[in-house]
């Protein structure tokens, strides 16, 4: 079945420090893969995604990710944490080819200290 | 530019009364659309889906339906709610798909808060 999963239901870094938001997933076929951003009663905010290519991907508001195949994550990153980054972030994989379905982790909610 | 709307942002319906939560699509044509529920502030819960016109696909048996009486026009729609309907209703759209672009992200709309009491 695919899948994917969130380890952490919360995330707390210190502003300035870097930041690190697992996920790990499990698919048949070749892995896209997506990282969104929900600020409180807000819609999910689109940030990046993998396709192919480049393991490090760099998406909006300075966040990246790192796939790696081996250990089949796909981590957010952030080299230095800002207080309004503070929300919940979601990792999602595609399942459906033409409908472009996709299914969500349970979420992250990301507090950054000041 | 593309845009969503939803609405209405928040609805209060008692037990037993019917639903109708609209979503537009502006600035793009044949869009898949989606339907998703979010408990609690968490996970998201896909409803239903379309790629065109009269195509829906449900994913989750219960008493909510869906149409999508014109290209860029998703209803979601019940003839009785059940308290567990509540929760924060979310449309997406993701672009017609292409071939040299293997999978699309969606965007979401704004979000409709029903509370049913």
């Known amino acids: 079945a695919q899948s994917v999963a969130q380890p952490e239901d919360q995330v707390n870094v210190a502003e300035g420090n870097p930041l690190t938001v697992k996920c790990t997933y499990s698919v048949s076929g070749n892995p896209y893969l997506f990282w969104y951003v929900q600020y409180p009663n807000r819609g999910l905010q689109f940030l990046l995604k993998?396709?192919?290519?480049?393991?490090l991907v760099k998406g909006s508001y300075g966040f990246e990710a790192e796939f790696n195949k081996s250990q089949t994550s796909f981590h957010l990153k952030k080299p230095s944490a800002l207080v309004s980054d503070s929300a919940l972030y979601f990792c999602a994989v595609r399942v459906g080819k033409r409908d472009d379905k996709i299914i969500f982790g349970k979420g992250t909610r990301l507090h950054i200290l000041p | 530019s593309q845009t969503i709307h939803q609405w209405p942002a928040t609805l209060v319906q008692p037990v037993g009364s019917p639903l109708s939560l609209e979503c537009t699509v502006e600035?793009?044509?044949?869009?898949?659309l989606y339907w998703y529920r979010q408990a609690a502030g968490r996970g998201l819960q896909l409803l239903f889906y379309?790629?065109?016109?009269?195509?829906i696909s449900s994913e989750v048996p219960q008493n909510l339906s869906a149409s999508r009486p014109q290209d860029r026009q998703f209803i979601l729609s019940s003839k009785k709610l059940l308290l567990s309907d509540s929760g924060f209703y979310l449309c997406?759209?993701?672009?017609?798909?292409?071939?040299?672009?293997?999978?699309?992200?969606?965007?979401f709309g704004p979000g409709t808060r029903l509370t049913v009491t």
């Open positions: 600035g793009t044509s044949n869009p898949n």
């Open positions: 993998y396709i192919t290519g480049d393991n």
């Open positions: 997406a759209w993701s672009p017609l798909r292409r071939v040299l672009i293997p999978a699309s992200e969606q965007y």
């Open positions: 379309s790629v065109g016109i009269g195509q």
